[in-house]
């Protein structure tokens, strides 16, 4: 069936960094735009960055901008987030999520993973 | 940037009330707002994309209206499976920022 799996989090000291990865699978991975959305513990949900499905555009909110990087890999069905210079505020969990529409401008995020944590802390 | 707002921040009702969430624009969005639904734990689930078209699998009972900046979500009959709360998404910036409003929890009165 459809589905997008989440690894990679943990906890991490202040200034480091860390890769978080989502594997799909039951769908055609490389026709699809493919968003981060973090959630900080007992708060809201707040978009990351998107990807074009053929990762030709990339877009992340100011909170992440220069930091943080997303990529994918069409041949291996998996999408990235690279973390940079991580902060405290940056404590969330980490879902993935596919756009709705296939080859087509990002709208709404049809398909979620389940999530992982990354705890910022010393 | 466009802000998102959401009214009200919880409400509180019974099985087979029905609910009404609203959700606000800073500005005009055209119809590019989805609503999700998210239970404590789980990650959100799409209900409503493009302001009023029901995604696949969602009960008839939900239902999304509004355009420019004013939308709402409608449960016509709230049931013991939807006290969760309901989070607005825009997708209309250029370049693309998809704002999440702050979220409204329905919680059994």
Redesign the interface.
């Known amino acids: 069936q459809v589905q997008l799996v989440e690894s990679g989090g943990g906890v991490v000291q202040p200034g480091r960094s860390l890769r978080l990865s989502c594997a799909a699978s039951g769908f055609t991975f490389s026709s699809y735009g493919m968003h981060w959305v973090r959630q900080a513990p007992g708060k809201g949900l707040e978009w990351v960055a998107v990807i074009w499905y053929d990762g030709s555009n990339k877009y992340y909110a100011d909170s992440v901008k220069g930091r943080f990087t997303i990529s994918r890999d069409n041949s291996k069905n998996t999408l990235y987030l690279q973390m940079n210079s991580l902060r405290a505020e940056d404590t969330a969990v980490y879902y993935c999520a596919r756009d709705l529409q296939a080859v087509a401008a990002p709208d709404a995020f049809d398909i979620w993973g389940q999530g992982t944590m990354v705890t910022v802390s010393s | 940037?466009i802000q998102m707002t959401q009214s009200p921040s919880s409400v509180s009702a019974s099985v087979g009330d029905r609910v009404t969430i609203t959700c606000r624009a800073s500005q005009g969005i055209s119809s590019?707002l989805?609503w999700?639904q998210?239970k404590p734990g789980k990650?959100?689930?799409?209900l409503i994309?493009?302001a009023s078209s029901l995604?696949s699998g969602v009960p008839s009972r939900f239902s999304g209206s509004g355009s420019g900046t004013d939308f709402t979500l409608t449960i016509s009959s709230l049931q013991p499976e939807d006290f969760a709360t309901y989070?607005c998404?825009q997708?209309n910036s250029f370049?693309?920022?998809?704002?999440?409003?702050?979220?409204t929890k329905v919680d059994i009165k």
Do not use: H, I, V
Not at chain 2, 96 to 101: D, I, M, N, V
């Open positions: 940037d590019w989805a999700y998210q990650a959100p689930k799409l994309y493009a995604q989070y998404q997708a370049p693309p920022l998809f704002t999440f409003g702050p979220g």
